[in-house]
């Protein structure tokens, strides 16, 4: 069974950074994608970016130019580097993997006050 395990969220000013991080455990197929999704209260749980095994990568228009996604294949890991950082980025992040089947990490709060 494969698990994703996040970790980095935190509470932070506008305009700081934080960087996500997530760990994937398990049998996984190494041609996969992993990515980064969020859900703020009220809404629903929106692509963030994500990235191909092989190195090619997407994000969500509200985020281009501010987070960057990577990956360490070796490791199983996945990152996410937000910075400059709005209220509206207020949310809870959740890793993703696509391989044979779809998993989801537990989730990690992200809150931007400003």
């Known amino acids: 069974q494969v698990q994703l395990v996040e970790s980095g969220g935190g509470l932070v000013q506008a305009g700081a950074s934080l960087n996500l991080s997530c760990a994937a455990s398990?049998?996984?197929?190494?041609?996969?994608?992993m990515g980064w999704y969020r859900q703020a209260p009220g809404k629903q749980r929106a692509l963030v970016a994500l990235?191909?095994?092989?190195?090619?990568?997407n994000y969500a228009d509200s985020v281009k130019g501010r987070f960057t996604i990577s990956r360490d294949n070796t490791n199983n890991m996945v990152y996410l580097q937000m910075n400059s950082l709005k209220p509206e980025d207020t949310a809870v992040y959740y890793c993703?993997?696509?391989?044979?089947?779809?998993?989801w990490g537990q989730g990690t709060q992200v809150t931007v006050s400003s």
């Open positions: 993703n993997l696509r391989e044979r089947a779809e998993y």
């Open positions: 398990g049998n996984i197929f190494r041609i996969n994608i």
């Open positions: 990235i191909t095994s092989g190195g090619s990568s």
